[in-house]
């Protein structure tokens, strides 16, 4: 794991206001851990997970609320 790149795209995510749900699943998926209960995802938070498990740092414009 890359902290600097965690920290960079975290922090990047919620200055522009990407849903929270995905930033979650990005750092989730970003540090290889468990994905939450499958009650609990939502499609952003799949979306963001599915990304960090890729260690794509891009893949959030689409969940940046309007």
């Known amino acids: ?5 965690y920290y960079e795209t975290s922090k990047k995510m919620e200055s522009v206001g990407v849903d929270p ?4 699943g990005w750092q989730t ?3 290889h851990n468990p ?7 939502t499609d952003a938070y ?3 997970y599915n990304d960090g ?5 891009d893949g959030f414009s689409s969940w940046t609320k309007q």
């Not at 794991?1 to 790149?5: A, G, L, V, Y």
């Not at 994905?35 to 995802?41: F, S």
């Not at 498990?53 to 740092?57: P, R, V």
């Open 29 to 31: 998926g970003f540090l």
């Open 53 to 57: 498990l890729e260690g794509k740092t």
């Open 35 to 41: 994905k939450l209960e499958e009650q609990r995802v």
């Open 21 to 24: 749900a995905y930033v979650l």
């Open 46 to 48: 799949d979306a963001g």
């Open 1 to 5: 794991m890359d902290k600097k790149t």
